[in-house]
């Protein structure tokens, strides 16, 4: 038999055996899964942009009212 796949949990680092009896994976728990969610939606994790890219469409968003 192989062993079981260990990974760490994103948010506490507690390891994770990688398989069905692990619903929550990568994450150790349902708590970890939320407290990362949140992070996103705080805009505390973000995937960087391409700067072309935002400078190529920013003319096409109406002007900041900042």
Avoid: Y
């Amino acid at each position: 038999m192989t062993a079981p796949t260990l990974v760490a949990c994103p948010t506490c680092a507690a390891p994770v055996e990688w398989g069905p009896q692990s619903p929550s994976r990568p994450f150790c728990s349902e708590r970890c899964k939320l407290i990362d969610l949140g992070a996103w939606a705080s805009e505390e994790h973000a995937i960087p942009g391409n700067p072309l890219e935002d400078d190529l469409f920013s003319d096409d968003l109406p002007p900041s009212r900042h």
